[in-house]
């Protein structure tokens, strides 16, 4: 079974941290995505990494960044947390295209 | 740019009842997903459909994707409350990367 894990699933920041979200799947799997879940907004990806050290953006992109040093763990950063990134966070990946995404268990973050 | 869009966005449904909840995009794709979210928790895959035609079934669930409508229909047989949850459909651009879209989730409550 694949598995895609998080490193938190509650976090609490204050405004103007730095925070890290670690996402790690053991599957090889080449792609891994992050997503931000809104009420009312769906799934919005922020960034995704077809391949170690590379990156694209995905729609939502402002106020974040990414790192892939290894394949296995794809890293999402808040340079400097706003409460406006409050939100469900969601880890992905998957194989190659065509095939279904696994999703991680979530972080839900609180940015105060 | 792509956009995917599921109707309704709530559905109340009565127990023993057959339903039919749609996902519509708007540019040519060669693969949809469809996501079932409980509350609180991650998404789980439910159906691939990779193909004009594609039909899939699991439980008292059916799924087909019909890529000249550009349309997915997602049809529920003998509504149970087990199903109450929140599916998401998404969509992947032909011959694009793994990137995919999601749509807003239709959340469907079970009434007995």
């Known amino acids: 079974d694949v598995k895609v894990t998080q490193s938190s699933r509650y976090l609490v920041k204050r405004t103007g941290e730095k925070v890290f979200l670690e996402c790690v799947q053991d599957?090889?799997?080449?792609?891994m995505f992050w997503y931000r879940q809104d009420p009312g907004l769906g799934l919005r990806l922020i960034y995704f990494s077809y391949d170690v050290k590379m990156k694209e953006k995905g729609d939502i992109p402002e106020g974040y960044s990414v790192s892939r040093e290894k394949k296995e763990r794809f890293s999402l950063i808040l340079e400097s947390a706003s409460t406006n990134q409050t939100s469900m966070y969601l880890c992905?990946?998957?194989?190659?295209?065509?095939?279904?995404?696994?999703f991680g268990p979530g972080t839900r973050l609180t940015v105060t | 740019e792509l956009k995917v869009e599921q109707n309704p966005l709530f559905l109340s449904m009565q127990e023993g009842k057959n339903y039919t909840i749609y996902c519509n995009y708007s540019?040519?794709?060669?693969?949809l997903y469809w996501y079932r979210q409980d509350p609180g928790k991650s998404l789980e895959s439910l159906f691939v459909l990779l193909s004009n035609g594609a039909v899939k079934q699991e439980g008292r669930l059916m799924a087909s994707l019909d890529t000249k409508a550009r349309l997915s229909t997602l049809h529920i047989t003998a509504a149970v409350h087990d199903l109450s949850a929140t599916y998401f459909c998404a969509v992947g651009v032909t011959g694009a990367n793994s990137k995919l879209t999601f749509g807003k989730g239709i959340t469907l409550s079970v009434r007995p």
């Open positions: 599957m090889d799997h080449e792609n």
């Open positions: 540019t040519t794709s060669d693969r």
């Open positions: 992905a990946s998957t194989l190659l295209t065509g095939y279904e995404q696994y």
